[in-house]
């Protein structure tokens, strides 16, 4: 399996990560997202109804850019399939919440449920523009 | 034809965009690149010996994310179909590199060419979390 290099580790404690999915009709969608880096990974949770997990659930090919606030021309890429577990007790969802000091399960709605979203490398660009 | 709302025009002067392209086994992959905005739409100028090239070639259709380096939270996402024109004088190249005071021409091997892609948009996000 890929490994994310020593020099763009730092990256996992940033604060948002930039996940590429591809839609029904075949074409990219990017959103950001907030993670937290979990056994050297990045892992997202992601309410069901959004349709970034339908995307996936379709097609788990997947992109997911981490970008250097400090640096624009620093970033992480990490290209493989999207592996989605189920987090109905919010487990995950609540390590993550601590990262924010935020309460997730005060963001979805009744009724709601969450997944956790770990990305299997199959590829890892660790950029740097400007080095 | 969607508009970047006001509220994220000033993303346009920004230093970098992301670029999620489709890969031949129909996988996103993402690229930072340097950009122009003119006539109020961001211009990407590309070598046409790289991967992304051949991709937009493929399929069109691609994803620009450009993020507010002082504000984690605040991207503009632009969705639609690379629209691609030759750049063989440099003329567009030239003016790109003018935005970072670099020879785009020296970055280039011999025999190399260049292109301009412009996305024409069917969707535009302009996004803040923090907002």
């Given amino acids: ?10 990256l996992l404690d940033a604060q948002t990560l930039s996940l590429a999915t591809i839609d029904p009709a075949g074409r990219p969608q990017v959103t950001t997202v907030w993670f937290l880096a979990e056994n050297g990974l990045p892992r997202i949770s992601l309410n069901t109804a959004r349709k970034k997990v339908r995307n996936l659930r379709r097609n788990p090919a997947c992109s997911a850019s981490i970008f250097d606030p400090n640096n624009a021309y620093r970033y ?3 290209r493989g399939d999207a592996e989605i577990e ?3 007790d919010y487990a995950f969802a609540d390590r993550l919440g601590a990262k924010y000091g ?5 963001i979805d709605g009744p009724g709601e449920t969450r997944v956790v979203v770990t990305i ?3 590829r890892i ?3 740097n523009l400007g080095g």
């Avoid at 399996?1 to 730092?10: F, G, K, N, T």
């Avoid at 935020?102 to 005060?106: E, F, L, Q, S, Y």
């Fill in 102 to 106: 935020a309460d997730v399960r005060a």
């Fill in 76 to 78: 992480l890429e990490i």
């Fill in 86 to 88: 189920p987090d109905d």
């Fill in 125 to 127: 660009n660790a950029v």
């Fill in 120 to 122: 299997r490398p199959m």
């Fill in 1 to 10: 399996m890929a490994e994310i290099p020593e020099s763009h580790r730092d």
